[in-house]
C-alpha cells in the first residue's frame, strides 16, 4: 500500500486501533523502544493487542542504571520480550577512550545506536516508535508511516501530547521513570542527558537534537 494511502487510512484511527491495522497490514514488526519516561504508554498497548512482540532495547553502555532498572521493572510487569542490541565491542571501547559524544556525537550514535539497529532492520517490513510531533521541530514535520533509509516507519503517537502518554500511564497504573521526578522529561545516554523539560535536556550546547536513529 502506498505511503499516503496508508497515512489516510490510519490518520483517524485512535493509536490502539492503529496498532491492530499494523498487525492485519504487515507481518513483520520492528519495535524499539528506549525505556524512557513516555515509553510505557506505546509498551503497554502493544502489549494488549500483542504481547508476544519482540522489544529492541539499543544498548548503548551509556544508560543510567535508573533507565535500567526501570526496564527491568516494565519488563517483568508487562511480561514483555525484550532483546538487547549492542554496539561492536571494540568501536564503543572507542568511543569511551575517546570521549566521542564530546568531539562528534553523530559518530559516537552511529557507532552505538544506528549500527547495530542496521544490522537487523532489514529484516522488518515496519519500524515502529513513539515518536510525537510535539516533541522538536524535526518530529514536527512528521506523520504516521514515512519511508526513511529504506525502511518504513510507524509513529502511532504522532498526533498525541506528551502529557497524554504521562495520564495514560498513571490511569494504568504503570510505574513512572526514576528519573521524571528529578526533572529529566526526556532520558537518553548519561553522557548526554542533564535534567529539562521537554527535550531541552538532551544534547545540551549542542546543535544536536536527534541521535540519529530518527533522521
Ligand atoms: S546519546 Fe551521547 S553517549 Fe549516547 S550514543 Fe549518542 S552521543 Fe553517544
Redesign the pocket.
Known amino acids: 500500500m502506498q505511503i499516503e494511502k496508508l497515512n489516510i487510512k490510519y490518520t483517524p484511527l485512535s493509536p490502539e486501533d492503529r496498532i491492530k491495522e499494523l498487525y492485519k497490514d504487515f507481518n513483520t514488526i520492528l519495535f524499539t523502544s528506549s525505556f524512557g519516561t513516555t515509553s510505557a504508554f506505546l509498551l503497554h498497548l502493544f502489549n494488549k493487542i500483542n504481547p508476544n512482540q519482540t522489544i529492541y532495547f539499543l544498548d548503548?553502555t551509556?544508560h543510567f542504571n535508573e533507565t535500567l532498572d526501570y526496564k527491568k521493572t516494565v519488563t517483568d510487569l508487562l511480561k514483555l520480550n525484550v532483546l538487547d542490541l549492542k554496539p561492536e565491542s571494540w568501536k564503543n571501547n572507542f568511543?569511551t577512550q575517546d570521549k566521542?559524544?564530546n568531539s562528534d556525537?553523530d559518530l559516537?550514535?552511529s557507532?552505538?545506536?544506528v549500527e547495530p539497529l542496521d544490522k537487523i532492520k532489514n529484516n522488518f517490513q515496519v519500524w515502529v516508535s513513539g515518536l510525537m510531533s510535539s516533541q522538536n521541530k524535526h518530529r514536527g514535520t512528521l506523520k504516521i508511516f514515512e519511508k526513511k533509509d529504506g525502511i518504513l516507519k510507524f509513529y502511532p503517537l504522532v498526533d498525541l501530547k506528551e502529557q497524554e502518554a504521562f495520564d495514560y500511564i498513571k490511569k494504568n497504573n504503570l510505574p513512572e521513570h526514576p528519573l521524571l521526578k528529578a526533572g529529566f522529561h526526556s532520558v537518553?545516554?548519561f553522557?548526554?542527558t542533564v535534567a529539562g523539560k521537554g527535550r531541552a535536556g538532551r544534547?545540551v550546547n549542542k546543535s544536536k537534537t536527534e541521535?540519529g536513529l530518527h533522521l
Do not use: L
Open positions: 548503548t551509556y568511543t566521542t559524544w556525537p559516537c550514535c557507532i552505538n545506536k537518553g545516554c553522557h548526554c544534547w541521535c
